[in-house]
């Protein structure tokens, strides 16, 4: 087991939350969304756990700059345990860290993203707004209230995750491969889940056949819901599999053959 000597400072957290902060949404794409933002905010700790310039190093920034995208308001939870894990067991917590990643990341976009981005605004926002329609000055000092305790709540999480992630690493070693195993499983559950409530298309067109309609969209909902949605994922996931493929071209792929099917009266969304 390849283990690190390095132990993550105050100066460490410090300087992990301003980059949290500031930079992580600015790498965003739409091929791995938050992918080198999450590897920009913890490269300088990376480097002091694995050297500069080492394979370790290289291939722990490759793992951390796949497909990633959770919620701003939560994404220092996962980034401390992650680092509780590299720290302790170094390049060996790999899989253990891209499993974890995978698994945690979705449930976390929706538990942040309806609390911090959609409830708490709601709430303050409609406050502040009602007493500034009267004349009261105060609303906009609730507002800006509400939004220091949600950027300290941001704050603080690291550290927590952290210790929380070593006492996981120290307390229930034998057990990392059922959570890896468990994260992993998540992590398909969730893509399943996106997938029959984010692919939005069914068939459009209805042939004669002797004077009778022919529902295809109908029919195969009668065999298995969801069912065009599904083949059309496996498919591009068969098209990322062929040489010289990426995402970013996939993507124009979908979007030439989904506007001419569309225009040919084939398909539609649902």
């Not at 600015?26 to 310039?53: A, F, T, V």
């Not at 004077?211 to 098209?239: E, K, T």
């Amino acid at each position: 087991m390849t283990k690190s000597n390095y132990k993550l400072t105050d100066k460490d957290f410090h300087q992990i939350n301003m980059r949290s902060l500031f930079g992580f949404q600015l790498g965003w794409n739409y091929e791995r969304m938050q992918g080198s933002g999450y590897l920009y905010h913890i490269l300088p700790q990376l480097r002091k756990i694995y050297g500069d310039n080492t394979p370790e190093l290289k291939s722990m920034m490759k793992t951390h700059t796949q497909f990633f995208n959770t919620s701003n308001f939560f994404n220092t939870i996962i980034t401390g345990i992650d680092l509780a894990l590299e720290e302790k067991q170094g390049i060996d917590a790999q899989e253990t860290v891209a499993g974890l990643k995978a698994g945690l990341m979705g449930p976390f976009a929706a538990i942040g993203d309806s609390i911090f981005g959609s409830l708490v605004p709601t709430i303050f926002g409609a406050l502040a707004a009602s007493m500034a329609a009267q004349g009261n000055p105060v609303g906009i000092f609730i507002w800006i209230a509400a939004q220091i305790a949600v950027n300290v709540f941001r704050w603080v999480q690291l550290k927590f995750a952290y210790k929380e992630g070593i006492s996981l690493v120290t307390t229930m070693q034998d057990k990392l491969n059922a959570i890896t195993d468990a994260a992993t499983i998540m992590g398909v559950f969730m893509v399943g889940a996106l997938v029959a409530t984010m692919v939005n298309v069914k068939f459009a067109i209805v042939p004669q056949i002797g004077g009778v309609s022919l529902d295809i969209q109908n029919n195969l909902d009668m065999i298995i819901p969801r069912l065009l949605p599904a083949a059309v994922v496996g498919a591009i996931y068969w098209l990322l599999g062929k040489k010289g493929m990426t995402s970013t071209r996939a993507i124009f792929i979908v979007l030439v053959v989904c506007v001419a099917l569309s225009a040919a009266g084939v398909i539609s969304k649902m």
